[in-house]
């Protein structure tokens, strides 16, 4: 009995994991990357989508995008040119996103140990 409970475990569905293309048939999470690569340009890296909608957990009224941003840099006039964008994407109830260049990405692990942890298992990559 108790190995058949063990192995029940093993058992279980896995939930898909989104794809880019799932994600970004979401229209506000398109429109919000695409103003991003509008809006930064060439400064704009990457932008992964992580958490419960890049695992396959998303639900439509309770759930959340989880973003990065990757940036060439974080200089104050990159971000003055990002900031209206981003408060708009939080106004509309959404967590601000992380943002990173690839050296902090690196710095980083000690920092955010549950959010690079998340980005190792589990990552969509909509923009880079």
Not at 17 to 35: D, I, R, T, Y
Request: aromatic share 6%.
């Amino acid at each position: 009995m108790e190995a058949a409970q063990g192995g029940a475990s093993r058992d279980l569905p896995r939930r898909k994991m989104m794809n880019a293309s799932e994600a970004m048939a979401h229209p506000e999470l398109k429109q919000f990357v695409e103003s991003l690569t509008k809006v930064a340009g060439e400064k704009l890296l990457s932008v992964v989508l992580y958490g419960s909608a890049a695992r396959g957990d998303f639900h439509e009224k309770t759930s959340d995008f989880n973003l990065i941003l990757v940036l060439e840099d974080l200089r104050p006039a990159t971000l003055e040119e990002l900031s209206p964008l981003l408060r708009r994407w939080i106004k509309k109830g959404h967590p601000s996103p992380r943002l990173f260049t690839p050296s902090l990405i690196n710095e980083s692990a000690d920092v955010f140990p549950m959010e690079m942890l998340d980005l190792q298992n589990c990552r969509v990559v909509l923009f880079g």
